[in-house]
């Protein structure tokens, strides 16, 4: 898993603002599918969740954990997953929301 540059920059600012971070991807329907950055530990996570990184940002001190709902990772696990920001609207619960942009996921086929 990794990060775009234009996604680091943005999780520098927000972590300047909001503290430690975390991302869930959730798989639901709307804006579930799409990572939903939130203060770390605001999003409470369970078994029915998979931590699948912990992004280094430089910069910042702590690691970016991310979560996914382990039915949404069976559908990912084949793939390397990137963050990625984008001009737009996502969700009003992610700390993105105000600044017009949105994270998202990008993909590569691994070798199995």
């Given at each position: 898993?990794?990060l ?9 600012r ?25 203060p ?6 369970g ?40 001009e737009?609207r ?5 700390l993105e ?16």
């Open positions: 898993m990794e775009t540059p234009a996604a680091a920059e943005l999780l520098r927000l972590r300047q603002v909001h503290g430690p971070l975390m991302f869930h991807q959730s798989g639901g329907c709307c804006d579930g599918s799409a990572p939903m950055c939130y770390d530990g605001e999003f409470r996570t078994d029915s969740d998979v931590l699948l990184a912990s992004l280094a940002v430089d910069g910042v001190a702590e690691p970016v954990r991310f979560w996914m709902s382990k039915s949404q990772y069976a559908v990912w696990s084949h793939t390397r997953l990137i963050v990625d920001v984008v737009g996502g969700s009003g619960f992610s929301a105000p600044e017009g942009v949105r994270f998202l996921i990008r993909s590569r086929l691994v070798g199995t």
